[in-house]
C-alpha cells in the first residue's frame, strides 16, 4: 500500500508563485515514476507533469510548460510542483499519483497508468 499526502495549494493572485509538495510512504518511491494532475469543477482531471523514477525525464502539459517545474527528491520521498506565472485557469484540486509500475522507461500521462493517488490540494488563482 501506498499513501501520497499532498501539501501547499492555496489562494493566490494571477502571476504569483506556489510550491506543491507530496510525501510518499509505504513503498519504493524511487523506484517509480510520480505525477501531477489536477481536476477543475465540472471538468474531467487532467495531466499536469510527470517525473521518470530518476528524475531526469520530465514531461509536461502544453498549458503548464515553462511555467511549472516538477522535481523530486527520492532521499525524502517527496514529489514537488513548483508553479509560476500562475493564471486563473490553473485553478483546480491537484493530486500526485505514483506509477502503478517500477523502473518504467517511458515517462506515461494517462490516468490508467498511476495506481495510487493523494487526496488533493486546492490552488485557487484569483485574476
Known amino acids: 500500500q501506498v499513501q501520497l499526502v499532498e501539501s501547499g495549494g492555496g489562494l493566490v493572485q494571477a502571476g504569483g508563485s506556489l510550491r506543491l509538495s507530496c510525501a510518499a510512504s509505504?513503498?519504493?518511491?524511487?523506484?517509480?515514476?510520480m505525477g501531477w494532475f489536477r481536476q477543475a469543477p465540472g471538468k474531467e482531471r487532467e495531466f499536469v507533469a510527470a517525473?521518470?523514477?530518476?528524475?531526469?525525464?520530465?514531461t509536461y502539459a502544453d498549458s503548464v510548460k515553462g511555467r511549472f517545474t516538477i522535481s523530486r527528491d527520492n532521499a525524502k520521498n517527496t514529489v514537488y510542483l513548483q508553479m509560476n506565472s500562475l493564471k486563473p485557469e490553473d485553478t483546480a484540486v491537484y493530486y500526485c499519483?505514483?506509477?502503478?509500475?517500477?523502473?518504467?522507461?517511458?515517462?506515461?500521462?494517462?490516468?490508467?497508468?498511476?495506481?495510487?493517488w493523494g487526496q488533493g490540494t486546492q490552488v485557487t488563482v484569483s485574476s
Open positions: 499519483a505514483a506509477d502503478r509500475e517500477p523502473f518504467r522507461t517511458v515517462v506515461v500521462t494517462t490516468i490508467y497508468e498511476y495506481n495510487y
Open positions: 509505504g513503498r519504493s518511491f524511487s523506484m517509480y515514476a
Open positions: 517525473s521518470s523514477w530518476r528524475g531526469g525525464r520530465l
